[in-house]
């Protein structure tokens, strides 16, 4: 029998060129517009309507069936809810991995299950291969592309049921490949940002949501250098948007953020982009999760990353609890930020990750 796969169509050339590949590969192909969000799906910033509609024109253009299924509430109360929490206590959350494990990976999977899938697929840059009844994470064949960092939550489960048919095709090849077979959308711009965001004005959005509370910017030596908006405006490592004016700044050097005093409600800041304040070599990481159902091992090379956008960095683990642990690198890291993830390697395999609670 032919399998039926139930492929998350975002209205992007990534999601379209995947459903594409399927049907040519012989799968049963159903294309699944997920939305969401709906505050002010109106606006300029929120463009789901037409991403709907794109979606649907290159479902038509492949021949496959579509349908739009609303996951705002799950979204809200899964995802949404817990972004403003961290914001509120000055971390800085990374909403698109909670949306992966909570989302297109749980609701979206419930949803496909019932419409009698055996897999999904997203048009994520990522690999899985099963290796002794395991399956394995592994990076994208295209580096600067490879998405395995926003997957790192996902279980065995999860992964069992899960296919990412441009794990293994680079990003210029998925452009050709929607232009020649006559996709609407081969040139759309990718989406960048937080989804439910978009290109709006980050402070502008959050300003709606969190209450406003002014105060001091310090440096480690405790004189006052300006005034901040709120410290949920602010994250660990931020250059733009400090408002801090040249005359105080004798070095010429740019001013960035390098920590936060929630009891005091300041801001901390140093000058230059190499200050050692905004260097450190080591991190304690909680709410650990690890892919495999197994911890990595203590003082084993690995490989991690603290951002998104950031070159794997040697490292090994010095602590491993049940849900937390330590990481200690061979190179300092700049600006690790509570809040992120930090995920680990190991080769080509993504492991899993945890949560920074905090640099040490």
């Not at 490292?315 to 330590?326: A, D, G, I, M, Y």
């Amino acid at each position: 029998m032919t399998k039926r796969v139930v492929v998350g169509m975002s209205g992007g050339v990534d999601s379209s060129v995947t459903a594409l590949l399927l049907k040519q590969q012989g799968y049963e192909v159903i294309g699944l517009f997920m939305k969401n969000w709906e505050d002010d799906d109106n606006s300029e910033y929120c463009s789901s309507r037409q991403d709907l509609l794109d979606a649907v024109s290159v479902a038509d253009t492949i021949g496959i069936p579509i349908e739009a299924v609303n996951f705002s509430k799950e979204y809200k109360e899964r995802v949404f809810s817990y972004f403003l929490h961290e914001y509120q206590a000055g971390r800085t959350p990374n909403p698109d991995i909670l949306c992966n494990a909570e989302i297109k990976f749980k609701a979206f999977l419930d949803h496909a299950m019932q419409l009698g899938a055996d897999c999904i697929a997203t048009g994520h840059y990522a690999q899985v291969r099963e290796v002794d009844g395991l399956f394995q994470l592994c990076k994208a064949a295209d580096d600067s592309k490879d998405q395995s960092y926003f997957l790192h939550r996902l279980n065995q489960s999860q992964l069992s049921k899960a296919m990412f048919p441009l794990g293994a095709v680079l990003k210029s090849e998925v452009r050709r490949i929607a232009e020649q077979h006559g996709l609407s959308n081969h040139a759309k711009k990718d989406s960048t940002g937080i989804c439910f965001i978009g290109e709006r004005p980050f402070r502008e959005f959050l300003n709606r949501y969190l209450p406003t509370q002014p105060g001091e910017m310090r440096t480690p030596t405790g004189e006052i250098v300006g005034r901040h908006q709120g410290l949920s405006f602010y994250t660990i490592g931020q250059r733009q948007g400090l408002g801090i004016g040249g005359a105080k700044n004798a070095s010429g050097e740019p001013w960035f953020v390098y920590g936060k005093d929630m009891a005091n409600n300041r801001l901390l800041v140093v000058q230059g982009h190499d200050h050692p304040a905004l260097q450190a070599p080591r991190l304690l990481a909680l709410d650990s999760h690890w892919i495999s159902g197994s911890a990595p091992a203590l003082h084993h090379h690995y490989a991690a990353k603290t951002r998104y956008r950031q070159a794997d960095a040697p490292c090994q683990f010095v602590e491993l609890h049940e849900k937390q642990c330590t990481i200690a690198f061979e190179q300092p890291q700049w600006a690790i930020t509570p809040g992120q993830s930090v995920v680990v390697y190991d080769g080509d395999v993504c492991l899993g990750g945890a949560i920074i609670e905090r640099a040490e």
